[in-house]
């Protein structure tokens, strides 16, 4: 049972907020925030929620990852989060995120060199099995002049590969897949086709083995959460 409630609203920060507040400053902002009627945060905890690895959950039950994977977008996208929690009585996240206020002259936080990385019809074998992001960025590389084919595991990766006949510019996989490893299906490629570039990407922070490998066999690594012209970049350098 319980009850969470979405809500948003502009909302101006001025300089008095930032005085109590030492992620904000000044401006228009919408603000989304986020409310439970749960069991509340013990207040001993709330200045640690979003460090990497840190959770109260039983070992093997949590990771400790997903508010640190949080903050680190609303970061990306120049925002912050304030916390309200009461013990017995629930949690309120407040997302800051800075308003696009429509100044046609300003360029809206993208690269304004975005525009020089554009593919020549290269393709693309991007190994993801989170929906929304194979939909979207397949559909933005589309735009950008790469042939893209998706597979949401291992065993579509290695089908498409096979009805393909393996003639794959590069392969672009998530590490964590449900049926294995983004690491051991590059390996099982790369060595089908020599030629084959390789970039990886993960929103877990990388091991010393993971780190090893790319860099002996020369691959590309990018950390989720990734932008656009990042990963557009990364893939002009792979392929000069």
């Known amino acids: 049972g319980g009850k969470i409630v979405i809500s948003t609203k ?11 507040m030492s992620d904000a400053r ?24 979003f460090e ?10 949590g990771t400790g990852l997903g508010l640190s994977v949080v903050y680190g977008i609303v970061k990306q996208h120049e925002g912050w ?3 309200k929690s009461r013990i017995g009585e629930g949690t309120t996240f407040f997302v800051y995120i ?41 559909a933005l ?24 006949g393996g003639k794959f510019d590069v392969l672009f996989s998530d590490v964590i897949l449900p049926d294995g490893s983004g690491t051991d299906l590059a390996i099982e490629l790369t060595d089908q086709n020599e030629s084959l570039k390789v970039i990886l990407c993960s929103g877990y922070a990388g091991s010393n083995d993971l780190s090893s490998i ?3 066999r020369k691959w590309e690594y990018v950390q989720k959460p990734y932008s656009l012209s990042e990963l557009l ?3 002009a350098a792979v392929l000069k």
């Not at 502009?10 to 907020?17: M, Q, R």
């Not at 990497?52 to 039950?61: I, Q």
């Open 81 to 83: 989060i304030n916390v």
């Open 141 to 164: 590389l589309s735009r950008k002049g790469y042939k893209v084919s998706v597979a949401a595991n291992i065993n579509e990766a290695r089908e498409i590969m096979r009805t393909s």
């Open 10 to 20: 502009n909302i101006h920060i001025d300089s008095y907020y930032c005085r109590y």
């Open 52 to 61: 990497p690895f840190f959770t109260t959950k039983e070992m093997g039950k």
């Open 26 to 49: 000044p401006g228009q902002f919408v603000c989304i925030s986020f409310s439970d009627t749960g069991s509340g945060i013990d207040e001993n905890f709330v200045k640690s929620i």
């Open 233 to 235: 970049k990364l893939l």
């Open 98 to 138: 800075p308003a696009f206020l429509g100044d046609d002259t300003a360029d809206g936080g993208f690269d304004s060199n975005l525009g020089l990385y554009y593919g020549n019809g290269e393709s693309i074998l991007f190994v993801e099995d989170e929906e929304d992001i194979r939909k979207i960025i397949s």
């Open 214 to 216: 790319i860099e002996a």
